[in-house]
């Protein structure tokens, strides 16, 4: 009987020959155009966002936690989406968090067949403590990476809401997951270089799932990160300027109010109790 390999677009060959032969002009422009269409797949693909974000947005409000796992430069985008969380929305660091094959180490440095093992993702969910309140989104251009594949399994299996972020039609992970969605963005620049606009594909869609999700739980109001951390002098001053329009108070009371209870949102709030109380007397 004849198996019938999947061609992965991922993989397929660049429509570009000769690169080396192309001058920096040439090879930026080719480049650029390349990504220009790298936002269009990602719009093709909003329903399938939309309905992994209502899902995780649901799972969050019951006191879940939104995992992202991935190896190479997928997992490493997971990670890096994780780790702004915390600054941008002023949620906890245990709730996003990205988890990449071979451990912390494999951010700077690839750990070898590190993504061969269908067993390890789940081990390393399990270290982290995860319930059925838990989402687990798998990031894998290729959609074909054995740790993604065996820590989706093992997720569905536990009850847990599953979702993935990859780039070919059809794959693997996709077929696990209950809440795919499928970027295709066609042939690298450089053939097979998923790190391009697989990766950029990747990314976008990270920012729209983690700052929709973030907004829905109240982390944003207006347009503004009202509970973002204050953690270097250029956020102090965005917190001043934030606060004095918010409450409509010159700038040192918004300072004041905001060493105080150290967030945009906590001085505001706190700012309108006093008030309230000072109109009641």
């Known amino acids: 009987m004849t198996t019938i390999k999947m061609v992965k677009t991922t993989e397929s060959e660049s429509k570009y020959t000769d690169l080396e032969k192309m001058s920096v002009s040439e090879l930026l422009e080719n480049i650029n155009r390349e990504d220009a269409t790298v936002s269009l797949a990602v719009k093709m693909a909003i329903k399938s966002i939309e309905n992994l974000v209502e899902a995780i947005v649901a799972?969050?409000?019951?006191?879940?936690?939104?995992?992202?796992?991935?190896?190479?430069?997928?997992?490493?985008?997971?990670?890096?989406?994780?780790?702004?969380?915390?600054p941008t929305f002023g949620v906890d660091f245990n709730c996003v968090i990205g988890i990449i094959a071979g451990g912390d180490g494999a951010i700077r440095k690839a750990v070898e067949f590190a993504e061969d093992d269908q067993q390890q993702a789940w081990k390393d969910l399990k270290a982290r403590g995860i319930t059925q309140n838990d989402v687990v989104i798998g990031i894998a251009a290729s959609g074909y990476t054995p740790y993604v594949i065996g820590g989706l399994e093992r997720a569905n299996?536990?009850?847990?809401?599953?979702g993935c972020i990859v780039c070919n039609s059809g794959s693997p992970i996709a077929q696990r997951a209950q809440f795919p969605v499928e970027v295709v963005v066609g042939p690298e620049f450089v053939t097979g270089s998923t790190r391009m606009k697989a990766g950029t594909a990747q990314?976008?869609?990270?920012?729209?799932?983690?700052?929709s999700v973030m907004i829905k739980l109240g982390h944003v109001k207006g347009n503004k990160m009202v509970d973002m951390q204050l953690t270097n002098n250029k956020?102090?001053?965005?917190?001043?300027?934030?606060?004095?329009?918010e409450i409509k108070a010159d700038e040192k009371t918004a300072t004041d109010l905001l060493k105080e209870y150290g967030s945009v949102r906590k001085a505001a709030d706190a700012y309108r109790r006093l008030k309230t109380e000072l109109c009641m007397k």
């Open 235 to 245: 956020l102090v001053d965005r917190g001043v300027k934030m606060l004095m329009q």
């Open 157 to 162: 299996t536990e009850g847990l809401v599953t």
């Open 59 to 86: 799972k969050m409000k019951l006191g879940g936690r939104l995992f992202y796992i991935g190896a190479g430069t997928s997992g490493r985008l997971g990670v890096v989406d994780a780790s702004e969380c915390p």
């Open 203 to 211: 990314k976008l869609v990270l920012n729209m799932i983690s700052t």
